[in-house]
């Protein structure tokens, strides 16, 4: 799934096309290796996100609002130091290798004209974003390059930057194809699609096997292509470097769970059907969707690193406790035995003498059958019946006490799981907050900050519109699910939830006491997205009037009741979630 040299060209020829004039009006830095540019201007306003973390480096424009950091880092400061008003004056890319430069006319601090160059390197985990003045100087980057990290190149503040070094490898724009093709032809004993790799810069390793696909049917030796094929290849390549910047189409594939699996500046043919191929006109709209769910996972699992961690003991520990607690009960099981021995010793004590390790006596209860009962021989019978009834009482205790601590561990458990989901569905650090002031009411995480964010205001649920007009509304967090369903939603509301999933309440807004089939629908395939279930199928979705819910005394949040309902099964669909989603 690499950003391809390629690719990242049509991206740039995107950014010459709509970010070239604009004015940076804000900069931002939502996590520690991304920075988003709020870009203005007559045609408009435009995020520009540049991220160079080693698992996704990139760089397009995103429709995605972030949720920012209260204090941004110093790298972050000094961007809006230097670019805040800047206007892009060109955007280039270093032939069709993966260094973007993106030009700026801004104002020093004594309002000097002054030229500027963000240089964005897309190389793995050796990726970077560097500031630098129009003398070629470094001014600061986002990660700095000492002789520690590396000795052949180093970026730091007050140096003058110097290129990444280059690949032996021919750029399919400049390059004739005949000595692209003799190129390849020398690497007779790589299969094509390597010596495509090795040979042409630019291509990632989809759209190198795209490239032997086309030309030899399957990926072959290079030694071993006909006449034929050799004709085909260059063919191919004639085809890309024609269509380099002509086409706009780029292509994402998409495996049979529609999860994004890699992309392509070109439609791929390879797999043959076995995976479905999305073509996006927008290079940044394909990035934008290939990206933006994993990213927002990762932002919200640093950011609440600790309560993932608190809530995944907590999980364990409870489990380990009821295992244990289980066992227990099962020994619990045997305590009508314990009486029935008591019960034979007291019956036959004038037979029974001191000093003997097995009472053997008829029990009555069997047909006079002999029963033999283990004893302490220090003990008289009397002694040894008071022992076996004690111990039944004890059992018997214990089985009642057990069964309410099994009974509450389990409530506990399934909660935690609850709010795990939730945090899995996090999206802003005031949904993070929010998850911790709930924990802290409920004793599980002492928070420094629980009366600050208890003063925040407590955030609106999700809001969808039904494609018939109805209202859904949808909790954020436990705390919110019970509001939603006991105080704000209606008697004549219809509420939703997954059946044995963690998942949000959701609320169907009537219409003069009605509801339609189709908004149940819709909701419930909401519902499902919001649950711990949206990567499944065939969801089943619990409904039912919110006059039939009820919240048991002492209850977790989140947690209601309700006997009387319907079941609907929908598949998770959240390309119609973003559709009907309101805010």
Not at 91 to 98: A, K, S
Not at 258 to 279: I, L, N, S, T
Not at 496 to 521: C, K, M, Y
Request: hydrophobic content about 40%; overall charge positive.
């Amino acid at each position: 799934m690499a950003l391809d040299g390629i690719f990242l060209s049509k991206v740039c020829d995107e950014l010459r096309e709509s970010a070239v004039g604009l004015r940076v009006d804000k900069v931002q830095q939502p996590g520690r290796e991304e920075i988003v540019l709020l870009l203005r201007g007559k045609s408009g306003t435009f995020r520009l996100l540049i991220c160079v973390r080693a698992d996704s480096p990139r760089i397009h424009f995103t429709s995605h609002a972030v949720q920012n950091p209260s204090v941004p880092p110093m790298f972050c400061m000094l961007l809006r130091k230097h670019l805040t008003a800047a206007k892009i004056t060109a955007v280039r890319q270093r032939e069709l290798d993966r260094v973007v430069f993106i030009d700026f006319d801004a104002t020093n601090e004594i309002k000097d004209r002054v030229s500027l160059t963000l240089c964005i390197e897309i190389m793995g985990k050796y990726s970077n974003l560097i500031l630098i003045n129009g003398a070629g100087k470094v001014i600061d980057s986002i990660k700095r390059v000492d002789l520690t990290t590396s000795s052949v190149r180093q970026i730091l503040p007050g140096i003058e930057y110097k290129l990444p070094p280059g690949q032996d490898k021919l750029c399919l724009e400049t390059a004739a194809i005949d000595e692209i093709a003799d190129r390849i032809a020398t690497l007779e004993n790589k299969y094509l699609s390597s010596a495509v790799l090795e040979c042409v810069q630019g291509v990632s390793p989809v759209a190198a096997r795209e490239i032997a696909f086309r030309a030899a049917g399957e990926d072959i030796f290079v030694g071993s292509m006909t006449a034929f094929q050799k004709e085909r290849l260059h063919l191919v390549l004639e085809f890309l470097k024609k269509s380099l910047h002509k086409s706009k189409s780029v292509f994402m594939l998409l495996d049979n769970d529609k999860k994004p699996r890699d992309m392509c500046f070109f439609d791929v043919g390879q797999y043959e059907g076995a995976v479905k191929v999305k073509e996006y006109e927008s290079p940044s709209f394909l990035l934008d969707d290939f990206f933006y769910e994993r990213d927002r996972i990762n932002r919200i699992t640093h950011r609440g690193e600790e309560l993932f961690k608190l809530l995944n003991t907590l999980v364990e520990r409870t489990a380990r406790k009821l295992n244990n607690q289980r066992e227990e009960l099962k020994r619990c099981a045997d305590r009508e035995q314990l009486r029935l021995f008591g019960e034979l010793i007291t019956a036959n004590l004038h037979i029974l003498q001191k000093g003997s390790c097995v009472y053997e006596v008829p029990n009555y209860y069997d047909s006079m059958n002999p029963v033999r009962i283990p004893c302490d021989p220090a003990l008289t019978p009397t002694e040894n019946a008071n022992k076996y009834y004690k111990e039944y009482r004890k059992a018997k205790t214990a089985q009642v006490m057990l069964t309410k601590l099994i009974e509450r561990g389990e409530a506990e458990l399934v909660y935690f799981e609850s709010v795990l989901d939730e945090l899995s569905r996090a999206e802003s650090d005031a949904e993070l907050s929010a998850i911790r002031l709930e924990l802290s009411d409920g004793g599980y995480l002492k928070s420094k900050n629980a009366a600050k964010n208890r003063s925040q205001k407590p955030l609106a649920p999700f809001e969808y519109l039904s494609s018939d007009g109805y209202r859904i509304l949808v909790g954020r967090n436990n705390i919110q699910n019970d509001r939603l369903s006991m105080k704000t939603a209606a008697k004549s509301d219809v509420w939703l939830h997954t059946q044995g999933f963690p998942g949000s309440h959701v609320i169907i807004v009537s219409q003069n006491g009605e509801v339609s089939d189709r908004a149940i629908e819709e909701a419930a395939v909401i519902a499902a997205c919001h649950s711990k279930a949206s990567q499944s199928s065939l969801v089943p979705v619990d409904y039912t009037r919110v006059k039939a819910l009820k919240k048991p005394v002492g209850a977790k949040p989140g947690k209601v009741i309700y006997h009387e309902y319907f079941t609907i099964t929908v598949n998770p669909d959240k390309e119609l979630a973003e559709k009907l989603f309101v805010r």
